[in-house]
Nanobody, 115 residues
Framework: QVQLVESGGGLVQAGGSLRLSCAASGSIFSANTMGWYRQAPGKQRELVAIITSGGITNYADSVKGRFTISRDNARNTVYLQMNTLKSEDTAVYYC?????????WGQGTQVTVSS
């Protein structure tokens, strides 16, 4: 089992920045992929950004150039730096951990961008 604890969400004005953190604990495999997904009201959950334990990243087109994902493998923690936030970034952001065919989700953290 893997537990994910997210932090850093909140309310911010358009153009502002937020930094999300997600710490994983439990049965962590050294080779894994961690990342962030989001779900806006009435919409499906979608990929925001993921990063492998080797540092390979992938971003949704909608956040490229504005968001940066990073990780600290020693702390089993992944970060999402979100800059130039837009109202359409408003959603619940979920942390995800995947390894050896298994996946786990965090409880979600609300990000609200006011225009």
């Amino acid at each position: 089992q893997v537990q994910l604890v997210e932090s850093g969400g909140g309310l911010v004005q358009a153009g502002g920045s937020l930094r999300l953190s997600c710490a994983a604990s439990g049965s962590i495999f050294s080779a894994n992929t961690m990342g962030w997904y989001r779900q806006a009201p009435g919409k499906q959950r979608e990929l925001v950004a993921i990063i492998t334990s080797g540092g390979i990243t992938n971003y949704a087109d909608s956040v490229k150039g504005r968001f940066t994902i990073s990780r600290d493998n020693a702390r089993n923690t992944v970060y999402l730096q979100m800059n130039t936030l837009k109202s359409e970034d408003t959603a619940v952001y979920y942390c995800n951990y995947r390894a050896r065919g298994l996946g786990y989700w965090g409880q979600g953290t609300q990000v609200t961008v006011s225009s």
